[in-house]
């Protein structure tokens, strides 16, 4: 039998699936042939089974290198559900069950070991490994090997020393979800891959639904426990950015008898470890967090995912976001969002002095590179563009969802590669297309061209801006005056500054200053909220710089010549309809098929009735939920409805073990529904 052939038939009998998904078999095969391997895959894409399955079917003890202390317990708990034999290795077991593991691993006890990277710089660790049979290491979240990256650990440096002292070389594989050109030649170089067979694979994630709305934060909790309250049972993560926001948010949402578990870094350790296991357990379905939950989660059946506020990036936000439908059914990503959140994070930039290691010249270079990341995730929220598009274009994604209509790619600024600032869909189909290219500067070399398009050229039909819940409005005018004025201004006021002078205020401090002297004084007849979004258009899309210290002030953006060309056009998004009625039509339901997915046979009781089963033989196992099946699983068992174990080994996620396992109680489950149905008729 050939491996891969071998490695196939663990994926069926561990993990209960039919075949590789792509790009999981190019890894699996490339390791299995000895050859080194880099992955980079988004969230859910399903990274473990491309370690998972090759650590089973080859020789000795694979080990996984994972900085995810916390996330150990669970995978370790999920292989052994498979049938696979795994431990772990960290500081939450005590000296003598660190020993006993280790004992038990040179016996060949295990397949699998998660070890956290602090570990291989043990003395005594090296000296285990050193006669184990060790045929693959392979490193989870590589990218926190590079200082590029967001996380950046330096314990991940000590890998490649290790391996080293190996007495014979593993194959060594390294994953991750977030990877620039940049930071993943560090993987390549700091963890010494040799030829490695590098995979990218889209970035894409089709089953999420993305949804924008600016909201005044007075209604922002409202709607979040409408959400929730409409889709109740249903599991799902609310990110605030602060922890006060995290506390109101979490108390609104009990009042409205949401069972809501809460997370941030002020909570001590225990009550943080209890949020946690409340909320993997299902006991409370819905988690209100700051941006510190979420790394040591790997919940499948994350159903939605509601930001509070507004991230500082998009790699922050698409990270957080993702983490919903990683088992690849429906689920809602949205994303509510004020001015006061993007004023926020203007203040953190400015203010913060960050890391004290930094030379003044490299803050600047951070505060630069932090200003461009929030320009495009404005860029985001005002697109009148497919989100989808926007998202995968900054990741500088060739390909564009199935469903989109690409345009030409961008303009001079890529290929001159001009200091620019952001981007964002507001020329007009037939306008000139906005890009840009990052600064030299930046940390993160790839590619942050957004190619756009005016209007809906894009259509992914998942998303807010596709499903036509707003329409676009016509700025240009006011855009050109607003330039003209900062221009005038020579940058010295703020925003409410620029919008009086506009509209020709009267107010006391602009007579003093003279400022109603001005040639664009009184030139534009607009409401003022309307000329303040259309200044934060411009800041957005790079044309125009806001800074926000004590004295924040609009400027002049890096890319604002370009405004003064031919062809320049703007257009701002009006809200047409409340997003969430379109989007239940469309996505909401999530046992039903939604958009994209064909609607299945999925029996909203019977699914149900499987999803408290699940509940309750996890708790008696003491086991997270999604560990026992995978909501995608449940809904497979809905569809296909199967009655022996042969037909329950289709299911889509139940290999032998589950079936061993779970099979009798699921099938009983299923007959008497079908009994009950019966009868009924
Ligand atoms: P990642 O680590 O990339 O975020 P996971 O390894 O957690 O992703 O996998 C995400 C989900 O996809 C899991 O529920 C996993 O069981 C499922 N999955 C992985 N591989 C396959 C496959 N080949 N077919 C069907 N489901 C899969
Ligand atoms: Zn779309």
């Known amino acids: 039998m050939t491996d891969l052939s071998q490695a196939r038939q663990a994926l069926k009998q561990h993990f209960g699936y039919e075949a590789f998904r792509p790009g999981q078999e190019g890894v699996v095969e490339a390791i299995l042939g000895c050859r080194d391997a880099l992955a980079v895959m988004p969230t859910g894409a399903g990274k473990s089974v491309c370690y998972q399955v090759p650590g089973v079917v080859m020789d000795g003890l694979a080990l996984v290198?994972?900085?995810?202390?916390?996330?150990?317990?669970?995978?370790?708990?999920?292989?052994?559900?498979?049938?696979?034999?795994?431990?772990?290795?960290?500081?939450?077991?005590?000296?003598?069950?660190?020993?006993?593991?280790?004992?038990?691993?040179?016996?060949?006890?295990?397949?699998?070991?998660?070890?956290?990277?602090?570990?291989?710089?043990?003395?005594?660790?090296?000296?285990?490994?050193?006669?184990?049979?060790?045929?693959?290491?392979?490193?989870?979240?590589a990218h926190c090997v590079s200082q590029w990256g967001q996380d950046f650990r330096p314990s991940y440096l000590t890998i490649g020393d290790f391996i080293a002292q190996l007495p014979s070389r593993p194959v060594v594989a390294a994953f991750t979800a977030t990877a620039t050109a940049r930071v993943r030649a560090d993987i390549v170089r700091l963890l010494d891959l040799r030829d490695p067979y590098e995979?990218?694979?889209?970035?894409?994630?089709?089953?999420?639904?993305?949804?924008?709305?600016?909201?005044?934060?007075?209604?922002?909790?409202?709607?979040?426990?409408?959400?929730?309250?409409?889709?109740a049972g249903d599991s799902g993560i609310v990110y605030c950015s602060t922890r006060k926001d995290t506390d109101k948010v979490h108390a609104a949402l009990l009042e409205a008898g949401i069972r809501a578990a809460r997370y941030h870094a002020g909570m001590s350790a225990a009550d943080r470890a209890e949020s946690q296991r409340a909320f993997i357990a299902d006991d409370a379905p819905v988690m209100v967090a700051t941006?510190?939950?979420?790394?040591?989660?790997?919940?499948?059946?994350?159903?939605?995912?509601?930001?509070?506020?507004?991230?500082?990036?998009?790699?922050?936000?698409?990270?957080?976001?993702g983490r919903a439908g990683r088992d690849g059914e429906p689920s809602t990503c949205l994303l509510y969002w004020s001015d006061g959140d993007v004023s926020t994070c203007r203040f953190f930039i400015e203010q913060e002095s960050g890391n004290e290691e930094l030379t003044p010249e490299e803050a600047d270079a951070v505060r630069a590179s932090r200003r461009r990341l929030l320009a495009a995730m404005t860029g985001y929220c005002h697109t009148t563009g497919c989100l989808r598009c926007y998202i995968l274009e900054y990741f500088?994604?060739?390909?564009?969802?199935?469903?989109?209509?690409?345009?030409?790619?961008?303009?001079?600024?890529?290929?001159?590669?001009?200091?620019?600032?952001?981007?964002?869909?507001?020329?007009?189909?037939e306008g000139r297309h906005l890009g840009l290219s990052p600064q030299s500067s930046a940390p993160e070399a790839?590619?942050?061209?957004?190619?756009?398009?005016?209007?809906?050229?894009?259509?992914?039909?998942?998303?807010?801006?596709?499903?036509?819940?707003?329409?676009s409005m016509d700025v240009t005018d006011t855009a050109l005056a607003v330039m003209r004025c900062v221009q005038e201004l020579r940058g010295r006021f703020g925003k409410g500054m620029v919008v009086d002078v506009l509209r020709g205020s009267q107010n006391a401090k602009l007579l003093d200053m003279h400022l109603d002297e001005a040639a664009c004084y009184d030139t534009v007849n607009a409401p003022a909220a309307q000329v303040k979004e259309v200044i934060e258009l411009l800041a957005a899309g790079g044309y125009l710089l806001i800074t926000e210290g004590t004295y924040p002030v609009v400027g002049l953006g890096p890319r604002?010549?370009?405004?003064?060309?031919?062809?320049?056009?703007?257009?701002?998004?009006?809200?047409?309809?409340?997003?969430?009625?379109?989007?239940?039509?469309?996505?909401?339901?999530?046992?039903?098929?939604?958009?994209?997915?064909?609607?299945?046979?999925?029996?909203?009781?019977?699914?149900e009735r499987l999803r408290t089963l699940?509940?309750?033989?996890?708790?008696?196992?003491?086991?997270?939920?999604?560990?026992?099946?995978?909501?995608?699983?449940?809904?497979?068992?809905?569809?296909?409805?199967p009655a022996t174990d042969e037909e329950f080994l289709e299911v889509s996620g139940v290999g032998a073990t589950k079936l061993a396992r779970y099979g009798e109680a699921f099938l009983s489950e299923i007959a008497e529904f079908e009994q009950g149905l019966a009868n009924g008729r």
Not at 201 to 212: A, E
Not at 458 to 464: D, P, R
């Open 199 to 231: 995979v990218v694979t889209g970035f894409d994630r089709p089953n999420l639904y993305f949804g924008v709305e600016r909201l005044d934060p007075k209604r922002k909790i409202a709607r979040i426990a409408g959400y929730a309250l409409e889709h």
């Open 614 to 641: 699940r509940k309750r033989l996890a708790d008696e196992a003491g086991k997270p939920p999604y560990i026992v099946f995978s909501d995608a699983a449940l809904r497979d068992m809905c569809a296909k409805r």
């Open 560 to 607: 604002a010549r370009e405004a003064a060309e031919e062809g320049f056009s703007l257009s701002m998004k009006r809200v047409l309809r409340k997003p969430e009625r379109t989007r239940s039509a469309a996505g909401g339901s999530h046992v039903f098929g939604s958009s994209g997915a064909p609607a299945n046979d999925a029996d909203p009781e019977l699914f």
């Open 446 to 471: 790839s590619s942050l061209t957004l190619r756009t398009t005016g209007d809906r050229g894009f259509s992914c039909g998942n998303c807010s801006n596709c499903a036509g819940e707003f329409e």
């Open 65 to 141: 290198v994972s900085p995810l202390v916390s996330l150990m317990g669970d995978q370790v708990r999920a292989l052994l559900d498979a049938g696979i034999r795994g431990a772990y290795l960290n500081s939450t077991l005590t000296p003598g069950q660190q020993s006993t593991v280790l004992r038990r691993a040179l016996d060949g006890a295990y397949q699998i070991m998660y070890v956290a990277p602090e570990r291989l710089a043990d003395p005594r660790f090296l000296e285990f490994a050193q006669r184990a049979a060790i045929p693959l290491v392979a490193v989870d979240e």
């Open 396 to 429: 500088g994604e060739q390909q564009v969802p199935s469903a989109c209509q690409p345009t030409e790619r961008a303009d001079a600024a890529e290929a001159s590669g001009t200091e620019s600032c952001g981007s964002k869909s507001f020329s007009r189909p």
């Open 291 to 321: 941006n510190a939950f979420g790394m040591g989660i790997d919940k499948s059946n994350v159903r939605y995912v509601i930001h509070h506020n507004m991230p500082g990036s998009i790699e922050a936000y698409y990270q957080e976001a």
